[in-house]
């Protein structure tokens, strides 16, 4: 009985300082001062992305070389990134990457986004790609940024011309996401999301402008989601504009050209709250098509609170609702 007694005493023992051993653990991680890398477009002599005079020159190399478990801050000098391909940023949490940095001298150093604006950008000459991929993050965030100059070339459910956002609970805040352009790539796919395309998670937009983006297709089919588009979890914009994006769709046959400002499937999760939804545009071609909610398409849910929409366009033979659908 001793013994049964003393071997129960040392389990209980053993598994308290286990329970104390990753509570420390747990407390040194949150704790611990973030790690900061640095991002330039100028050359620089040596490259580890530890500072502005050792900074790394490529964006993909800053996401590439995150350390886990602990927050991360990518600091992005306020230049034009032209990229050759699109940006991948995968299976990371607590990152940030933070656009609008002067650039020079000690770390972080001075930041402005106005007078020193950060552009994330697609290189034609290099094909057509998005501007960036997010997938499986968890409690990250995009911040002070351009993301403009996307062409992708997709199928119904492979949505999303500046950014695509998988399984992903991301806040974007002071951002633009502005011309970019997501094009169906066959005969009667859907396009979806010229700007962003939210695809599970939850993505917060904040304090940002989706504008002048574009979702076309030449061939019989179905555009959604000019500006942004939420096919599964969750989408909420606050205090944002969301102006002159375009649906766009050339052809004879019966197509279906919806919410050029933002849209999203049935019954998905998406809150509008204290925005501006204007001026965007259902573009025709003269026939049978329908044209509907040239700023925003409810479809079975959806909340819009405490926002403007206004001179939104909608010129197809059967329109249903210019600036609202649901």
Known sequence: MTANRSAIGAMFVTQWLGILLAGWMALGTAGAEPVSWYVVTNEVATSDGTSWATAFTNVQDALDNVTPGVTNIIHLAGHTFDLTNALSWVDQTNVIVRGGYEGVGGTPGGHNPDQWPTVLRRDAAYGDFRVMLMEDLGNCRLEHVTVTGGHHIGDATDGGGGIRANHSDVTIVDCVIRDNEMRSSAFRNWGSGGGLYVNHGTVVVRNSRIENNRVYQGNQT?????????????????????????????SHGSPVSTSAGVGHASGRALTIRNCLIAFNENRPWPGRQAGAGAGVVLENGGLIESSTIAGNLTTYDAPHGAGLRV
């Open 222 to 250: 179905s555009m959604r989601g000019g500006g942004a588009y939420l096919a599964n979890g969750g989408l909420r914009i606050e205090h944002s504009m969301i102006v002159s994006n375009v649906t766009e769709v050339f």
